[in-house]
């Protein structure tokens, strides 16, 4: 999938606590079938553990997602740094198997002794995403919509609604004045008044 492998075969042979540090660039990174994270750069520290190595990895890179208010695309910088356990499937001195570790959906080096740090990025990057982005040209611009209801209103009846305050500037109260503006159309049209 990646160059992002690292062969730690020399490392497995040395004591616990041995490390190793390297850099690594990568052109494009498939997080899924959308979504890309380009420019990724990074370090990567492994130390020998009893089962493995313990990757310490910080990584950066931008990844193309879509604005939730303008449904615009745009560039997210993301900056990832996560440190998970690697564990070894096969004794390096001996060459047999090692019994599967107990850790649900854990990081396996392969039989080669390599790490596949693209695997881990990939899983921590698409963790740090936001759920909902919001391009920088729209995130200090007030939210407007129009809200319409099958059967409430007219058909050709839109209520605007734009806040007028922020929660903080009305002391942590949400304004309410277009809710109790639907709510009081609702009550006269259903003869409730």
Known sequence: MTDLKFNLAQLLREEMGSRRDYEFT???????????????????????????VWANAKAQGVVRIMCVRSLEEFDYPVEVAFADQF???????????????????PFLLNELHMADIGEALREYTLLALPLNPVS??????????????????????????????????????PDVQALKAWAERHNRRSGRS
């Open 26 to 52: 990568e052109q494009a990174l498939p997080l899924d079938e959308q979504l890309m994270l380009r420019e990724v750069r990074g370090t990567v520290r492994f130390t020998r553990t009893a089962s493995g």
């Open 87 to 105: 564990h070894a499937v096969v004794d390096i001195f001996t060459g047999g198997g090692l019994p599967q570790p107990t850790e649900d959906d």
């Open 136 to 173: 920088p040209a729209y995130r200090d611009q007030p939210v407007s919509y129009t809200v319409q209801s099958e059967g409430l209103e007219d058909d050709d009846e839109v209520m605007e609604v734009a806040p007028e305050r922020s929660a903080e500037q009305d002391g942590g109260e």
